[in-house]
């Protein structure tokens, strides 16, 4: 079984200001993962995955995150940060040989304030 | 290319009554999975399938929630007997069938409210 788990449930950040929002896993078996940005009374949409090779990886928006193995975590950063950025935030895991189905995390709330 | 469409977006049913929740996946896409997003928590799996078939539902409750994925047609949740701890709101993702696919495509959401 899969757990993931993101300790910061809102990170209030200045507009330009960088931000890094945490996500930390536990697994049984290798993982492939995601972070998917959640806009008020909308689905989900996929911000970055790692799902083999570099450990840094970019995604839309100016978004990019860092797999790191041995502690078990998968950071989101991004260097500046918009109003637009205003969202929730999810991590997710898939176990590899899992059927793909995703396990969240909690989510956490990024309020970006001029 | 149409995203995953979900409907009807919101959904009022009295407690007792039976909710029905439709998703028609992305063109090509013949996986479909479920999920609930609870009042200030993440989304949980509920159940995993393909066409005629499922693979994987480890996360429906085992009584009163059932899921189809017929040959034609859209995927539907059914809730029968809908209580107030059913409202929710409830996610239907895709993917293609290409094997090692695993980026999952999200609908809008069902939002569904028990009174």
């Known amino acids: 079984a899969q757990s993931v788990t993101q300790l910061d449930s809102q990170v209030p950040v200045f507009e330009e200001a960088p931000v890094e929002l945490r996500c930390n896993y536990s697994?049984?078996?290798?993982?492939?993962l995601f972070w998917y940005v959640q806009y008020p009374n909308q689905g989900l949409q996929l911000l970055l995955k790692y799902l083999s090779g570099s450990t840094l990886v970019k995604g839309i928006n100016g978004f990019e995150a860092e797999f790191n193995k041995s502690q078990t975590s998968f950071h989101l950063r991004k260097p500046s940060v918009h109003i637009s950025d205003t969202a929730e935030y999810f991590c997710a895991v898939i176990g590899q040989g899992t059927a793909s189905k995703l396990t969240f995390g909690t989510g956490t709330r990024l309020q970006v304030t001029l | 290319n149409a995203g995953v469409m979900q409907n009807p977006r919101h959904l009022v049913r009295r407690r007792g009554q039976e909710a029905r929740l439709r998703c028609s996946p992305m063109k090509g896409h013949s996986h479909v999975y479920w999920y609930r997003q609870l009042p200030e928590e993440g989304l949980k799996f509920m159940v995993y399938?393909?066409?005629?078939?499922?693979?994987?539902e480890s996360g429906m409750p085992k009584e009163r929630f059932s899921a189809e994925f017929p040959k034609e047609g859209p995927s539907i949740l059914r809730i029968q007997q809908v209580v107030r701890g059913d409202s929710a709101a409830y996610f239907c993702?895709?993917?293609?069938?290409?094997?090692?696919?695993?980026?999952?495509?999200f609908g809008p959401g069902t939002r569904l409210t028990v009174t």
């Open positions: 697994s049984s078996v290798s993982v492939y």
């Open positions: 993702a895709s993917s293609p069938k290409t094997t090692g696919a695993y980026e999952q495509y």
């Open positions: 399938l393909q066409k005629e078939n499922i693979i994987d």
